[in-house]
Structures are given as structure tokens and as C-alpha cells.
């Protein structure tokens, strides 16, 4: 390891990304998410229908790149397009059932792959782990002023 701590953050979280992109099959054969959806789905599931609009606020990122990520999604049959809720003009993009089986499913297969990766560890450095990712998260969505909701 590099003795400067911000050079071996830096790169373990490069580390981190990379072991968590790849695209498998999952026990049905069915190739999992990719992790645009992925993370979309989530987003849509944790704070409800959302538009084009809103993504690109919640994300950074811009509608062209937002619309080819969500044709997707409603191409696979992962969400729909509905009327806002709230009586707005934009549409907004709802999980569908489909969406929130695939997630779930991709989800319990990530559990077990980090259980299996962590389960030499102690229970106290687990939580332990998750409290500095989340505590980390946190202070990176408050300085970016987008924070991820959570349950």
C-alpha cells in the first residue's frame, strides 16, 4: 500500500467499481442487470416515479444520456411511462412488476456474493464497513448537494 491514505482510497474504490460491474447470468440463466439500470431501477423504487427532469437533477447526468438509459428499461419491460401523479406536464417512469423482480433478484444475488466475499469477517467489522461506506456516501452526496434517499 501506498502510504498516503487518500492515494489507497482512491484507488480502492477504483477497485471497488470494477468488481462490482461486471454483467453475469443469474441462477436462471437471465443476464443481470447492467449498472445503469440497475441503479436507476433503485432510484425509481426508493423515491417513486420520476421524469426525465428530475433523473437528470438526482443523477447529474444529462437527458440524452437519461433517455437512451430509460429506452432501455422500457424496451426490457422494466418500466413504463405514466402521467405525473401530481398533474404535471412530464411523463414520469414507473418500476414495473417485471422491474422490481429483476432488482430484487439481482439484489439477493449481490447479498449472497458479498456474503460469501465477507464471511471470514467478524459481524463487528460488517457493520463496521457499512457505516463507513454509508457514513462516506453521505458526506459525498451532501458536498455534491444530491443526496441518495434511503429507507
Do not use: C
Amino acid at each position: 500500500m501506498v502510504s498516503d491514505p487518500y492515494k489507497n482510497i482512491e484507488l480502492e474504490t477504483l477497485l471497488l467499481g470494477r468488481h462490482l460491474s461486471p454483467i453475469y447470468r443469474d441462477e436462471l440463466g437471465r443476464q443481470k442487470l447492467d449498472r445503469s439500470a440497475y441503479t436507476l431501477l433503485t432510484r425509481l423504487q426508493l423515491q417513486g416515479p420520476m421524469s426525465i427532469g428530475q433523473l437528470s437533477e438526482a443523477f447529474g447526468l444529462d437527458a440524452s444520456t437519461l433517455n437512451r438509459q430509460t429506452a432501455a428499461m422500457l424496451r426490457d419491460g422494466l418500466v413504463e411511462r405514466i402521467p405525473d401523479p401530481e398533474g404535471g406536464v412530464a411523463r414520469k417512469f414507473l418500476v414495473t412488476r417485471a422491474g422490481k423482480d429483476r432488482l430484487a433478484g439481482d439484489r439477493r444475488a449481490n447479498i449472497r456474493g458479498l456474503r460469501k466475499v465477507l464471511s471470514d469477517w467478524t459481524d463487528e467489522d460488517v457493520e463496521q464497513l457499512a457505516e463507513l461506506l454509508g457514513r462516506f456516501n453521505a458526506d459525498i452526496e451532501s458536498r455534491d448537494g444530491r443526496p441518495w434517499p434511503r429507507a
